[in-house]
Structures are given as C-alpha cells and as structure tokens.
C-alpha cells in the first residue's frame, strides 16, 4: 500500500499533468460546468519484471471522480486504467498510462452485416432498459464467468448488457450471421464493434437499432459506436446508463472499464480530432 501511494503521488504530481487526455478532460468538464470535487485512487498490481538494475511494474489505477455540475447535481465517475512503471536504481523513469486498446477481434475476417444473410425470425420484443442498466452496473468492472472474456471486451459487454434486456439472439451457428451467443461460440456482431455497428443499422426484427441524429436523444439502455480515427472502421461500444444535469449520456464500458464516463470519449487516449460516433435508439417499434 505505501509503495502505491508513492506511485500514485508520482503520477498525479509529474506525469499526468502533462498527459495529452488528462487536459481534454479538464478542458471538458470546464465545458459542462462540472466541477471535480474530488479524486480517490485504488491500486492492484499484476505484474513485476525485473533484469539487471531495472524493474517494471504493470497495475490497474481505479479512480473514483466525485464531480458537481451546475452547482446542485452530485454524480461518482469511475475508471480502471492499466499502468506501467519503470525503474533504474531504485528510481522512478517513466510513468505512464497504455494507451487505449482498440477493437481487433478477428479483425481481418469480420463482415459487416447484411439483412439478406439472416433467416427469417419474427420474434419482436419489449426492451427492459431497467434490466439493462442493472446489468451494466453490475458487472462494469467484472466479468460474468457465463461468459466468454475477450481481452478487448467492450462488444462483448454491451451484448451481455442488451441480452439482460431481453433482445432475442438469432443466426446460430453461423458466425458471420445475426447476433448470438451459445456454448461459448458467437457470433461477429456478438463480439467486435464493427460488426455491432452494423447489424445495428441492417436489423429489421429482433434486436435493431434507429440511428439518431444527436447523443442527447439517447435514453438509458441505448448505444453509442466510435469510429476513433475517423478510417470507417468502428473500434468501441458502450452503452447508456444514466444522463447528466445537461442531459447528455453517461456511459458505461469494459476494456478501459469505465462506469458514468460523459459520452463524448474526449479524456480517452484513443481519442483523435477526426472520431466518428453512431447514435442507436435500442427496441423502436
């Protein structure tokens, strides 16, 4: 515990003031009229490399953000953040946080959807956004043993997210197919952002998304894609749990795990000027 309240001085008095993310966050919050009270850090170490005089330290930085907005409306923002530190003679020489881990979960061979590969299925269902919501509370920053975990999660924690809320699964066994999840096999769209993306757009029974205009239109229980460099190629997904004093989303998310992170993704180190972001209304009549 003293050695992690050594590093976490050390990362919030010298290397993350100069962190490219944490001034957009800063800027950001000044933007919304939020207010950061107050920052707690936890720390769980992994991992420890050492040869010659140096050592690498690799752990997970939970920080807890206590955040005011327009001077009434109190809410808790959460991340897990992956951390590596290095050492020489017992000297800390660089400190810093990995860098965001994009979708590439079998990136080469995943189409994107198309309705005409789907069999015909004429299920309709009422989405539970409550039950969504409680699942993505539940398990943001864990993951439920019943399934599959991708060392890229985000795709595949959205869908455990829309499962809990009742959207039928179909396709199965074919992977390219639909969107489902059975004896730890799925599909594409179950797992990889750009597949989700698209079977989005593409589905016209069962799970299907409408495609809006602007985020705050967004209810709890919908989706939000990121397309981070702006190439067409659709690299995270989150879901919707709750909405600011602004009204805008907050979101939950697994790979940087991530609980009533503001939609907008500007505090991410994946993030770049050119990010393109697709809205989805889940379980439109």
């Given at each position: 515990?003293?050695?992690?309240?050594?590093?976490?001085f050390?990362?919030?008095?010298?290397?993350?003031?100069?962190?490219?993310?944490?001034?957009?966050?800063?800027?950001?919050?000044?933007?919304?009229?939020?207010?950061i009270?107050?920052i707690?850090g936890s720390?769980?170490?992994?991992?420890?490399?050492?040869?010659d005089r140096?050592?690498?330290?690799?752990y997970?930085?939970?920080?807890t953000?206590?955040?005011?907005?327009?001077?009434?409306y109190?809410?808790i923002?959460?991340?897990?953040?992956p951390?590596?530190?290095y050492?020489?003679?017992?000297?800390?020489?660089?400190?810093?946080?990995?860098?965001?881990?994009?979708?590439?979960?079998?990136?080469?061979?995943t189409?994107?959807?198309?309705?005409?590969?789907?069999?015909?299925?004429?299920?309709?269902?009422?989405?539970?956004?409550?039950?969504?919501?409680q699942?993505?509370?539940?398990?943001?920053?864990?993951?439920?043993p019943?399934?599959?975990?991708?060392?890229?999660?985000?795709?595949?924690?959205?869908?455990?997210?829309?499962?809990?809320?009742?959207a039928?699964m179909?396709?199965?066994?074919?992977?390219?197919?639909g969107?489902?999840y059975?004896?730890?096999n799925?599909s594409?769209?179950?797992a990889?952002?750009?597949?989700?993306?698209?079977?989005l757009?593409?589905?016209?029974?069962g799970?299907?998304?409408?495609?809006i205009?602007?985020?705050?239109?967004?209810?709890?229980?919908?989706?939000?894609c990121?397309?981070?460099?702006?190439d067409?190629?659709w690299?995270?997904?989150t879901i919707?749990?709750?909405?600011d004093?602004?009204?805008?989303?907050?979101?939950?998310a697994?790979?940087?795990?991530s609980?009533?992170?503001?939609?907008?993704?500007e505090?991410?180190t994946?993030?770049t000027?050119?990010?393109?972001?697709?809205?989805f209304?889940i379980?439109?009549?």
């Amino acid at each position: 515990m003293e050695r992690f309240k050594k590093l976490w001085f050390h990362m919030f008095t010298r290397e993350l003031s100069e962190e490219k993310w944490w001034m957009r966050k800063i800027n950001l919050c000044k933007q919304r009229g939020v207010e950061i009270v107050r920052i707690r850090g936890s720390g769980r170490f992994y991992r420890q490399l050492c040869y010659d005089r140096k050592r690498l330290l690799q752990y997970h930085l939970h920080l807890t953000f206590f955040l005011k907005q327009k001077g009434a409306y109190f809410y808790i923002e959460e991340c897990v953040l992956p951390v590596q530190c290095y050492f020489e003679d017992g000297e800390i020489i660089k400190h810093k946080i990995c860098s965001f881990k994009q979708d590439n979960n079998q990136q080469q061979d995943t189409p994107a959807f198309k309705e005409s590969n789907i069999l015909s299925y004429n299920k309709r269902f009422s989405y539970d956004r409550r039950s969504a919501v409680q699942y993505a509370e539940r398990w943001w920053n864990s993951y439920n043993p019943s399934f599959h975990r991708f060392s890229v999660d985000c795709t595949n924690y959205v869908s455990q997210c829309l499962l809990a809320g009742g959207a039928p699964m179909r396709g199965v066994p074919d992977r390219s197919h639909g969107w489902w999840y059975k004896d730890n096999n799925w599909s594409y769209s179950w797992a990889v952002a750009h597949s989700l993306r698209w079977y989005l757009s593409g589905s016209t029974e069962g799970l299907k998304g409408k495609e809006i205009e602007s985020a705050d239109q967004l209810k709890p229980g919908d989706i939000i894609c990121y397309d981070f460099s702006g190439d067409g190629r659709w690299d995270h997904t989150t879901i919707v749990v709750s909405k600011d004093a602004n009204n805008m989303p907050l979101v939950n998310a697994h790979t940087d795990n991530s609980r009533h992170r503001y939609w907008s993704y500007e505090d991410s180190t994946a993030w770049t000027p050119y990010i393109q972001y697709k809205f989805f209304q889940i379980g439109h009549s």
